[in-house]
């Protein structure tokens, strides 16, 4: 089966930098996401990774080996906005044609003073 | 950017009930529309896929005559929760995928929470 891991909590001090893993074991795998949530609302599009290597686009970054499973997302000079849930999520091939995501657990990142 | 709305963003039902939700993709089209359900503290979980004119695939363990779903343009899903219990109540949002560079983004809409008494 599909098998999607991140940490469950983070906490981290305004300004600095923080780092949430993502490890996968997945088949049909075609790119990986990272979406931001806040309570209640629905995720919102941080990155996307298809090939291996460093996607940077602001205050955050993403990475991604495919070769070992795992990506992270990378975020600098933390602003107490970023207190969220972060989600990954892997693109899979679907029989027949198309693709699918599938979330993990999602972290939920506190950033304090 | 792609923008996806849902409407209502939350209705509270009685028990034995159903409940339609709408899912628009306003400034493109979306040939694929996508139905997750979150409950509290945890992460979104696929219903169903919905292709525009087909019946929609839905996943594992997902009641496809509890959930039904319509895809009747390439700008509106729709899901409708046919005789609602209360641990139907969470947070439903849709996404739409749209093409971008060599695969798909999804967007999602607002989510709508629905409570079922």
């Known amino acids: 089966g599909q098998n999607i891991d991140q940490p469950t909590e983070m906490t981290a001090t305004e300004g600095a930098i923080v780092q949430i893993n993502c490890t996968y074991q997945t088949s049909g795998f075609n790119g990986l996401f990272w979406y931001q949530q806040h309570a209640g609302e629905a995720p919102t599009f941080l990155s996307y990774n298809v090939l291996d290597g460093l996607e940077e686009k602001g205050r955050f970054s993403s990475f991604l080996s495919r070769s070992k499973g795992y990506s992270y997302l990378l975020l600098k000079e933390l602003q107490m906005k970023d207190s969220a849930s972060y989600l990954c999520?892997?693109?899979?091939?679907?029989?027949?044609?198309?693709?699918?995501?599938?979330f993990g657990t999602g972290t939920q990142l506190k950033v304090e003073l | 950017g792609a923008v996806v709305s849902q409407h209502p963003s939350w209705v509270i039902c009685k028990s034995g009930t159903s409940v339609k939700i709408e899912c628009r993709s306003l400034d493109f089209q979306a040939t694929t529309m996508f139905w997750y359900r979150q409950f509290p503290k945890q992460s979104l979980m696929l219903m169903a896929t919905?292709?525009?004119?087909?019946?929609?695939?839905?996943e594992q363990g997902v009641e496809k005559d509890k959930f039904l779903i319509n895809h009747a343009s390439l700008t509106l899903s729709t899901l409708t929760v046919t005789s609602a219990h209360p641990e139907d109540s969470s947070f439903y949002i849709c996404?739409?995928?749209?093409?971008?560079?060599?695969?798909?983004?999804?967007?999602f809409g607002p989510g709508t929470r629905l409570t079922v008494t």
């Open positions: 919905s292709n525009e004119g087909s019946k929609a695939t839905y």
């Open positions: 999520a892997v693109s899979l091939w679907i029989t027949g044609g198309g693709n699918k995501l599938t």
């Open positions: 996404s739409a995928r749209v093409r971008a560079r060599s695969s798909y983004e999804q967007y």
